[in-house]
């Protein structure tokens, strides 16, 4: 079963979705890596979890080869290594229509080697995902950042839609008659505390409370309704909803949609 679709590995990972994801790392967690790994895809995504993003990261300077690309310290990125699936990794380059996502700041490599688990092959998607996202690539452009010949491309399809530019409540909606792959249908009035609280499933499940959301996005989505939130007196969305009425419910269902930049504010 693909990993995207594995519900136990999903769950496994709602922790690393979450905004404070960051708190499930060891402060001591390189103790436990030999030298040498550092370039280890894993050991990468730790980092980015662990430093963020940030978008004052220094860029190389316009007129390289790499110009644009965000970098540790400014300087240029030619030592870090492609993207590129089909070279062997002792190649300089990839070919000049291949864009390159580099380690620096945060901007993964795709190891040319496929991970042996669904859990770190799904953290490097998502890592990717998130790297795209921050760096502007429109959705119809992912594809050329991963080639056809990676093991990365099974998830083309999830990390495409994660930078989807945000829709209108009326289009979510209407999507959600259809089933494409990289999305999830979601229910705008968080299910699992309606149903807790009494509310009939023809009202969850009613066409109006339902859109067509980038998959990486619902998981995101998930996992926000279960951290706790200040927004929200300290508790998390679900048990801030416990009790209240649809509305209110809708409202934060919305709120979270717009959060997630999948709604148009």
Do not use: C
Request: glycine residues 6%; without cysteine; neutral net charge.
């Amino acid at each position: 079963m693909p990993p995207f679709n594995d519900a136990q590995t999903e769950a496994q990972l709602k922790r690393w979705m979450r905004p404070d994801a960051h708190r499930y790392i060891r402060p001591d967690w390189r103790r436990f890596w030999n030298a040498g790994h550092e370039n280890d895809p894993l050991y990468r995504f730790y980092e980015s979890v662990e430093r963020k993003f940030s978008p004052d990261q220094p860029r190389v300077p316009a007129g390289s080869s790499d110009g644009g690309q965000w970098t540790s310290d400014g300087s240029s990125s030619n030592d870090a290594s492609p993207s590129n699936e089909t070279s062997s990794s002792n190649d300089a380059s990839p070919p000049p229509t291949q864009p390159r996502l580099y380690v620096a700041a945060g901007l993964p490599r795709i190891p040319p080697v496929r991970p042996p688990t669904s859990g770190e092959r799904t953290a490097i998607a998502k890592a990717v995902a998130i790297a795209l996202a921050e760096a502007g690539i429109a959705a119809t452009n992912v594809g050329e950042a991963i080639a056809k010949s990676s093991w990365l491309y099974y998830a083309l399809p999830s990390i495409a839609s994660y930078v989807d530019a945000p829709k209108t409540l009326d289009e979510l909606q209407q999507d959600a008659s259809t089933s494409k792959p990289g999305y999830d249908r979601h229910h705008i009035v968080e299910q699992s505390s309606a149903e807790e609280d009494g509310y009939p499933r023809r009202m969850i499940d009613a066409p109006d409370n339902l859109a067509r959301i980038p998959r990486m996005k619902h998981w995101e989505i998930n996992a926000w309704y279960q951290t706790a939130n200040r927004e929200y007196d300290d508790v998390s969305p679900r048990e801030y909803l416990s009790g209240k009425d649809w509305d209110e419910r809708r409202r934060v269902g919305l709120s979270a949609l717009r959060r997630f930049g999948v709604l148009k504010p």
